[in-house]
């Protein structure tokens, strides 16, 4: 079993609708949870980056953390065709950002 | 800043041939990352640098492959012998400490090996 497990999708939806992107993982250890938007042919890019469990929410993107279910969501509301992209979820534990660990990515495509 | 700096953006060998791929880190980062990323592996951690100072090489797949960092702006990739599995996107990401800021990443080298 991976440490982190997330659906490559690919996940196709119109423009406006609500994207849910999730990931699971195995190490309680985890505390930092991080999102990247890769978009084709560029490097990963962060997006939205939280500590431990609960919400953060940053213009249309909202992040959740559920430790407890070891369970993190990236939501996407009003979804754009610029939202068209790859989506990496990431973790960490405390004081070692240098073990890194990414799920396998969700390719996103918003249909206009 | 002009972020993470990569070359070649796309590289075409022949199998056997040596490879090198370069990065210029962020300014102030004191840790660099090379990363693989392929289809089947995703984003696959190689080795890192801390001060110029490699920490952990666990990644790196074979002898074949090296990396240097002789100083703070400029860190290598070989690879030599290559082969055409060792075709990939090659990632340099660079990061400012252990405070859990993640990571900043170049546009990567395509690199196919025919």
């Known amino acids: 079993q991976k440490e982190v497990e997330q659906d490559p999708g690919p996940l196709s939806v119109p423009e406006g609708a609500i994207v849910s992107l999730n990931c699971t993982y195995s190490?309680?250890?985890?505390?930092?949870f991080m999102w990247y938007r890769q978009y084709s042919r560029k490097g990963p890019e962060l997006l939205m980056y939280?500590?431990?469990?609960g919400n953060k929410e940053d213009g249309r993107f909202t992040a959740q953390v559920d430790k407890s279910s070891k369970y993190i969501s990236l939501f996407i509301r009003d979804s754009q065709p610029s939202d068209s992209a790859t989506y990496l979820c990431?973790?960490?534990?405390?004081?070692?950002?240098?073990?890194?660990?990414f799920g396998a990515g969700t390719r996103l495509t918003v249909k206009p | 800043d002009a972020g993470v700096i990569q070359s070649p953006r796309h590289e075409v060998t022949e199998m056997g041939q040596e490879v090198t791929l370069r990065c210029k880190p962020i300014?102030?980062?004191?840790?660099l990352f090379w990363y693989r990323q392929t289809m089947m592996r995703g984003l696959e951690l190689l080795i890192y640098f801390n001060n110029n100072v490699p920490i952990d090489d666990s990644g790196m797949p074979e002898d074949r492959f090296s990396a240097k960092m002789p100083n703070a702006s400029f860190s290598t990739l070989k690879i030599q012998p290559s082969e055409p599995r060792d075709s990939a996107v090659y990632f340099c990401?660079?990061?400012?400490?252990?405070?859990?800021?993640?990571?900043?990443f170049g546009s990567g080298t395509r690199l196919t090996v025919v």
């Open positions: 939280t500590y431990s469990s």
């Open positions: 190490n309680s250890a985890f505390q930092y």
């Open positions: 990401a660079s990061s400012p400490g252990t405070g859990d800021y993640g990571y900043t």
């Open positions: 990431a973790m960490s534990v405390p004081n070692n950002n240098n073990d890194m660990r």
């Open positions: 300014s102030g980062h004191d840790y």
